[in-house]
């Protein structure tokens, strides 16, 4: 069926370091890769998505990069900020559908 | 401002009772979705639905109902039969046929007593 896996399932960096967080999809036929940050007590917010004919899109310290071979996605976040600090979900659109990764929970240290 | 609302933001229920969560959007979205979420298992599909008056089953429907009498409503239904509903519950809408583009709302956290 279909399964997007996700790691790792928690991440702790300085601030100022780099942090990435992966993770790969079943299906062949996923063209849509929202990444989303949520807060404690909050909903999901899509922070940054990528489309199957694109390799890497940036938003200003949040960049992802796709690998449709290998059918593997990544979110980067440089210059990391206390503010960062989040659980951050990956998805995959199977037609109808958003299938989400278990989430990966931030922290940023000062 | 365009967005979509949640009630309430806690819920509490005694078991054997039916509860019902509010889902509204003024988005102008087609498609409405719910999920519920547990720790360390992400977000998982309980109901969508395309189009007013049509909706289908997510991958764990067992023990919730939805209606959709109008565009901007989907209330979901937590029944009895749902074995183990305590849960953060997440609506979420869209564009239908895009599959993009997912606007969520900020969740009801239900709690069985």
């Known amino acids: 069926g279909e399964n997007v896996e996700q790691h790792p399932s928690t991440l702790s960096v300085q601030e100022g370091d780099s942090a990435v967080i992966k993770c790969t999809y079943s299906d062949s036929a996923s063209n849509y890769f929202p990444w989303y940050k949520q807060e404690l007590g909050k909903g999901p917010q899509l922070i940054i998505d990528?489309?199957?004919?694109?390799g890497e899109k940036k938003d200003q310290r949040i960049a992802v990069t796709l690998n449709k071979t290998a059918k593997h996605f990544s979110l980067h976040i440089t210059e990391t900020q206390p503010e960062d600090s989040a659980v951050y979900f990956c998805?995959?659109?199977?037609?109808?559908?958003?299938?989400f990764g278990a989430g990966t929970i931030l922290r940023v240290k000062s | 401002d365009g967005g979509i609302t949640q009630s309430p933001k806690y819920l509490f229920r005694k078991e054997g009772q039916n509860v019902t969560l509010s889902c509204e959007q003024n988005?102008?979205?087609?498609?409405m979705y719910w999920y519920r979420q547990d720790p360390g298992q992400g977000l998982r599909l309980i109901y969508y639905s395309q189009i007013v008056n049509d909706f289908q089953k997510g991958d764990i429907a067992e023990g919730y109902s939805v209606s959709r009498e109008k565009k901007e409503s989907f209330p979901l239904t937590v029944t009895s039969a749902q074995k183990n509903p305590t849960a953060f519950y997440l609506c979420?809408?869209?564009?239908?046929?895009?599959?993009?583009?997912?606007?969520f709302g900020s969740g009801t956290r239900l709690t069985v007593v």
């Open positions: 979420a809408s869209s564009i239908a046929g895009s599959n993009y583009g997912y606007t």
């Open positions: 998805a995959a659109i199977i037609p109808n559908k958003l299938v």
């Open positions: 990528i489309r199957s004919n694109v």
């Open positions: 988005l102008n979205h087609d498609a």
